[in-house]
């Protein structure tokens, strides 16, 4: 069974969610705007979405608008806010114009990314600043307070995405004071998770998005407050009282709706105290099995369900490499950036040392979660000890590794580019080496003296993943050399005829392409890599999955 533990990246979608979402496309299909009865359905469905959402956003006399997701509600916000500072440029009277634009240095990149984008399209401007953090993530109040007031839009986060860390929102409210900022909170990691009384306090927009929280992904909704400006992103048919456009997406506002009622009803939604006492369980199994690891963020101000750790002598595609052989879902850093070796902006932006910015992974449940998973949870974290133990990183898993991490640690090859010959300057692209499963399965009924390599590391391998359903290959065609280890096995596939495939695979096809890119500009022109490796490997086999192709040959 799958373990997953990326909630923050995104979560399942809650069984009564799916269930109204169906019923929104089966019976319920009706086109809010229409005047019969089906029309007539599907709005007291929306209104009824709305009004809930309203009582559990305490959102009181502020618009509620259904957008696609944090992303849209985040551009409309901006957009809001810059727009009316734009229309108060114009206004001879309105006193000395704001010329800051402040932002999180923590934030998720939608909100820098459409400052920027929407400040240079508006032709503003305008200074964009990131409001420094301190070490325990949270922003600091004193630079905010002296930047304030020549502030027109401040964005901080309710939650951080990556730590967890939880914003000091009164405190930013105090640090504001008398400051004619507008205010934008992204409450994406909030919901379900921390109280809200948006009407409250004196926040001018809050984007949401539906798949953090148990609803399918493109359905988000955006508070703006009572008075606070609004310019429409999407005109068109004038739905949403005009101020976003389009027909409204009925399958999601249903699950949406479905999932506040949840959070009112509050039954399957842990309580905070249940949560950090699972948190703790989690952060001890983690702790048996690496015992120099550190957390990076302190967990009395973040969110309980987010655990953000590095492991010393470990890199995060290391970690995530062993974790997802052990069936467990986790991300290093944000999902957004997870394809991407780069340092965590967040991190670095807390003034964490470098080594754990790049080996940061996070651990992330949904508050929807059982006592039962978490155990299971556990127990699971706890099998790759044994793992480790076995493949020789029993000084890292004794916590004798206090050495801060090398980044060597996969050999120079994690590191080197995919496409580009470091000697010649050609070009060897990743994409022409790859096989599909259909085509390996092609390859050795056609070639039998095929070698199979296997690049993972070997406590990643014994955790499980294998090949289903190919011909069986004699032993002396199945290796395994992991990727640290390659450049001693080089020669020997050199030594092969010219035209003996050699094939490597790993669990993401990432590896596996570094290897045969590498063994391709030494001269063998018959290395491949398995495209999509074993996390995209038909569990059925190729041959059930789709026959034998001998048109898919490579080539
Ligand atoms: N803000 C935060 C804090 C997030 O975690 C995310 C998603 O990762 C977003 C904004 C963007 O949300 P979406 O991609 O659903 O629009």
Redesign the pocket.
């Known amino acids: 069974m799958e373990i997953y533990l990326d909630a ?2 995104t979560t399942a979608v809650l069984p009564q969610a799916r269930a109204a979402a169906l019923a929104a496309m089966a019976d319920g299909f009706g086109n809010p705007s229409s005047s019969h009865t089906s029309g007539l359905r599907a709005r007291a469905l929306l209104d009824g979405v709305r009004a809930s959402t309203r009582r559990v956003l305490g959102a009181g006399g502020g618009q509620l608008l259904f957008t696609s ?4 509600g ?1 551009q409309t916000a901006v957009l809001s806010a810059l727009a009316s500072l734009r229309a108060r440029d114009a206004d001879a009277d309105a006193g000395p114009a704001p010329t800051l634009l402040l932002y999180g240095a923590t934030e ?1 990149k ?1 909100v820098p990314e459409a400052l920027r984008h929407w400040n240079a399209l508006l032709g503003l401007r305008l200074q964009v600043l990131a409001i420094p953090v301190g070490r325990d993530g949270r922003h600091d109040l004193n630079w905010l307070r002296a930047h304030a007031p020549r502030a027109g839009l401040v964005c901080t ?1 309710a939650a ?2 990556e730590t967890g860390v939880i914003s000091d929102l009164d405190g930013i409210a105090e640090a504001l004071a008398g400051s004619p900022a507008l205010w934008m909170v ?1 409450s ?2 909030a919901l379900g998770k921390l109280a809200l009384r948006l009407a409250d306090t004196r926040i001018d927009y809050a ?1 949401f ?1 539906g ?2 929280a148990g609803a399918p ?1 493109g359905i ?1 909704v955006l508070y703006v407050r009572a008075g606070a400006p609004l310019t429409p992103l999407l005109a068109g048919g004038g739905q949403e009282g005009a101020l976003r456009s389009g027909t409204e997406n009925m399958p999601g506002i249903a699950a949406f709706g479905a999932v506040v009622a949840a959070i009112e009803e509050g039954r399957l939604f842990a309580d905070r105290d249940t949560l950090g006492a699972w948190r703790e369980r989690l952060s001890a199994a983690l702790q048996d099995v690496f015992p120099g690891l550190v957390f990076n963020a302190p967990a009395q101000v973040s969110l309980p369900t987010t655990l953000n750790f590095s492991v010393p002598g470990y890199g995060s595609t290391q970690l995530l490499d062993l974790f997802d052989a052990a069936g467990i879902r986790v991300s290093g850093g ?3 950036s997870a394809a991407r070796a780069e340092p965590s902006h967040v991190l670095d932006a807390m003034g964490l040392p470098a080594w754990q910015a790049v080996s940061a992974i996070r651990l992330s449940f949904s508050p929807m979660s059982d006592a039962g998973f978490i155990e299971q949870a556990c127990e699971r974290i706890r099998s790759c000890a044994e793992s480790l133990r076995r493949h020789g990183h029993g000084a890292a898993v004794d916590g004798l590794h206090a050495a801060p991490l090398t980044l060597q640690t996969a050999a120079d090859l994690e590191t080197t580019p995919i496409n580009g010959d470091l000697q010649t300057g050609a070009v060897t692209d990743a994409s022409t080496c790859e096989v599909s499963p259909a085509a390996l399965h092609a390859l050795l009924l056609a070639c039998p003296a095929t070698r199979l390599v296997d690049v993972r590391e070997p406590f990643e391998a014994v955790l499980g993943g294998e090949l289903v359903g190919l011909p069986r290959l004699p032993a002396s065609q199945r290796q395994q050399v992991p990727l640290s280890e390659l450049s001693q096995a080089l020669d020997g596939w050199l030594a092969l005829p010219a035209d003996s495939p050699v094939v490597f695979f790993c669990r993401s096809g990432q590896r596996s392409a570094k290897a045969a890119v590498a063994l391709r500009r030494l001269g063998h022109a018959q290395a491949w890599s398995l495209a999509g490796g074993l996390a995209l490997w038909p569990a059925v086999g190729p041959a059930q999955a789709a026959p034998p192709d001998r048109a898919a040959l490579p080539s």
């Open positions: 923050n990246a997701g944090a992303t849209e985040i998720h939608a986060m951080n995405n992204d994406v990691q984007p998005s798949h953090k992904k988000g944000s999902a957004c």
